[in-house]
């Protein structure tokens, strides 16, 4: 329905920040996400911001780490991601729902549009 692009992926030392983008085609109503993959393990969210910004939820391992945020003027939503470890080493995806009301969704089945995916390389 909407398409995703996402960019900022790499590789980077522990310790080190990334910044993601993830620009979306359409409407400006998307609650948004981010969420990730890392080997053997199943998908996670890390991150979510309602349609206008106001509200945001992070996983507890990434709080005061990372931070998502949204340009609405761009149709962009981003996520700052500091003081990286090892741990935050996965495939990062940015995922979609149109959906008016103010909220953030956490769920992977919440979203109906999905990015391809960006990586991230934490080395240590």
Do not use: H
């Not at 939820?57 to 949204?70: H, N």
């Not at 003027?73 to 995922?95: E, G, I």
């Not at 008016?100 to 990586?119: E, K, N, P």
């Amino acid at each position: 329905q909407v398409q995703l692009v996402e960019s900022g992926g790499g590789l980077v030392q522990a310790g080190g920040s990334l910044r993601l983008s993830c620009a979306a085609s359409g409407r400006t109503f998307y609650a948004m996400g981010w969420f990730r993959q890392a080997p053997g393990k199943e998908r996670e969210f890390v991150a979510g911001i309602s349609w206008n910004g106001g509200r945001t939820s992070y996983i507890d391992s990434v709080k005061g780490r990372f931070t998502i945020s949204r340009d609405n003027a761009k149709n962009t939503v981003y996520l700052q991601m500091n003081s990286l470890n090892a741990d935050d080493t996965a495939v990062y995806y940015c995922a979609a729902k149109a959906i008016r009301l103010g909220i953030v969704l956490m769920s992977a089945a919440g979203y109906d549009s999905w990015g391809q995916g960006t990586q991230v390389t934490v080395s240590s």
